[in-house]
């Protein structure tokens, strides 16, 4: 099982840069696909990228592709999301998420079984 916890949200200009990370505990992690998900209010909840376990195979949500970054560190048990050229419309709830199933060689856009609780990013225009 993995338990994954958020931090790094806030406040940001548009046009700006925030990093995310996501410490995740669980002997399993390094062989969990990670990913990220967001929530505005209002909005239903909308997949945003992901990463398999060896970080050999990323996928982004068309609306981020080019502007954010997924990345992970097995020895730290950490995954970032680097958001760079940020929108007003990527203000949202973001959370990180955790496959449950081992050693898949890529990473689905639906299906995760472990969540954290978010964390706020705000961008203003």
């Known amino acids: 099982q993995v338990q994954p916890v958020e931090s790094g949200g806030g406040l940001v200009q548009a046009g700006g840069s925030l990093r995310l990370s996501c410490a995740a505990s669980?002997?399993?992690?390094?062989?969990?696909?990670m990913g990220w998900f967001r929530q505005a209010p209002g909005k239903e909840r909308e997949f945003v990228a992901c990463i398999a376990w060896s970080g050999g195979y990323k996928n982004y949500a068309d609306s981020v592709k080019g502007r954010f970054t997924i990345s992970r560190d097995n020895a730290k048990n950490m995954v970032y999301l680097q958001m760079s050229s940020l929108k007003p419309e990527d203000t949202a709830a973001y959370y990180c998420?955790?496959?449950?199933?081992?050693?898949?060689?890529?990473?689905?856009?639906?299906?995760?079984?472990?969540w954290g609780q978010g964390t706020q990013v705000t961008v203003s225009s």
């Open positions: 669980g002997r399993t992690f390094s062989r969990s696909a």
């Open positions: 998420v955790a496959d449950s199933v081992l050693d898949r060689s890529i990473c689905n856009t639906r299906g995760y079984d472990y």
